[in-house]
């Protein structure tokens, strides 16, 4: 396997009445989502993404707003150290790619409320996702709650600001949110969501060629998770799966020459997360471990591989 050194161009690396109304289109969303990640599963299972991305959306997001003053900011650190409960090497005992390899990662989000129903955030991803980017923000969002008997819903779209030349967004994202109460102590909730993703990469050889790489295509991605409240404050015990999915062209060529080679990649991820969400009235602290159960991608070449990580998410509310 070659030693690559990266540099990034650009990072990027979810009652009674559940039969009627609002419920219907959680229903028929999920059939639809789990419908079209069917259509993406090759035979193969192996990896998830062929680049790994900056990704802090449909990982306990809330469907209701989480904070009591004008604005919050939640710091979240995680570690995902080598062998944590699955090997993290390909199969032929190497790791397949130094993209996103750092195992060290941490990211900042700043909320304010615009609104009663509406709040503005942004997204820093400060470890520079293990690819040389300098400190910016890495994600803006807009999101719009509504609470309506004893439900409540969100819809979030969030746009990755950074340009590379190129007119639009490298990547959108667009999620629906929702989360009721099962009993007094129990809820779940439920995410879906579509993103589209353009970004780039370049890689060092060993041979000093400068290999340029581009990902386009479409993401879908949902979660679903329950919670089990042990205290007055709402402090919580939960567990939550995510299933994402996406179908890329992946363009590739040397810089300096005009042939371009182009493979059609498809590949996924199960996420299974579970730990401890402490509420107080000024603070939110959620240790967690997340594990990857199952990874998919074509047969034919390395990708790198989703490991095992633990963190911490920590807000000042």
Do not use: C
């Not at 003053?69 to 570690?79: G, I, K, M, Q, R």
């Not at 989000?109 to 615009?114: G, I, P, T």
């Amino acid at each position: 396997m070659t030693n690559r050194k990266i540099f990034a161009e650009h990072s990027g690396t979810v009652a009674h009445r559940a039969v009627e109304g609002p419920g219907a289109f959680v229903l028929l969303a999920t059939a639809l989502i789990i419908a079209f990640l069917i259509a993406l599963v090759p035979a193969d299972v192996l990896a998830q993404r062929p680049i790994q991305m900056f990704d802090p959306f449909y990982r306990g997001e809330s469907a209701s707003r989480t904070f009591y003053d004008n604005y919050a900011v939640t710091a979240e650190l995680s570690y995902r150290p080598r062998g944590l409960l699955q090997a993290d090497d390909a199969a032929g005992g190497t790791v397949a790619s130094g993209i996103g390899s750092d195992p060290v990662g941490l990211n900042l989000l700043f909320e304010y409320q615009l609104t009663p129903y509406l709040d503005a955030g942004a997204y820093v991803d400060a470890s520079g996702n293990a690819a040389g980017r300098t400190l910016g923000i890495d994600w803006l969002q807009l999101k719009y709650f509504r609470h309506e008997e004893g439900t409540d819903y969100a819809i979030r779209l969030a746009v990755d600001p950074s340009s590379d030349a190129r007119g639009g967004f490298p990547q959108m994202d667009l999620g629906f949110l929702y989360e009721s109460l099962l009993s007094p102590t129990v809820s779940t909730d439920f995410g879906v969501g579509v993103r589209r993703v353009q970004v780039g990469f370049q890689e060092l050889t060993t041979d000093n060629l400068l290999l340029r790489n581009r990902a386009i295509g479409w993401e879908m991605h949902m979660s679903t998770s329950y919670r089990v409240v042990f205290d007055p404050a709402g402090s919580n015990m939960f567990i939550h799966g995510l299933l994402q999915g996406g179908r890329y062209d992946l363009v590739e060529w040397i810089a300096g020459q005009a042939e371009r080679s182009s493979t059609d990649y498809q590949g996924g991820v199960i996420w299974l997360r579970s730990g401890l969400d402490i509420k107080r009235p000024g603070y939110q602290f959620e240790p967690y471990l997340s594990i990857p159960v199952s990874q998919w991608a074509p047969s034919e070449g390395e990708w790198p591989r989703n490991r095992a990580r633990v963190g911490v998410r920590f807000m000042i509310r």
